[in-house]
């Protein structure tokens, strides 16, 4: 699948995003949204890896619990708004 569209800018999507969530999953227990971005699994920086090494680190038979640290669009846009029109010192 490309993200390529005609006509449009090309932009670089670099990192992992949720794209699809199965009812009843993992992903849907973990209160998991589509497109927020895993920046970590157990540790492990997964903010430039290929969509097949994510897919590896994240179906790892061996490991039972999973750590994940993820950013979501809606609390970045949240963050952003309260600071309103706070300016740095």
Partial sequence: MSN????????????????????????E???LRMGDKI???????MTMMTHDQARKRLTKKNEDVVRLLV??????E???NSMGGYQRQ
């Fill in 78 to 80: 949240a963050v952003k």
């Fill in 39 to 45: 920046m970590q699994v157990n540790g492990y920086d």
């Fill in 71 to 76: 950013t979501r669009k809606s609390l970045e």
């Fill in 29 to 31: 227990t973990a209160d």
């Fill in 4 to 27: 390529f569209i005609p006509g449009q800018p090309l932009v670089a999507v670099v990192g992992i995003y949720v794209t699809r969530i199965t009812p009843g999953g993992p992903a």
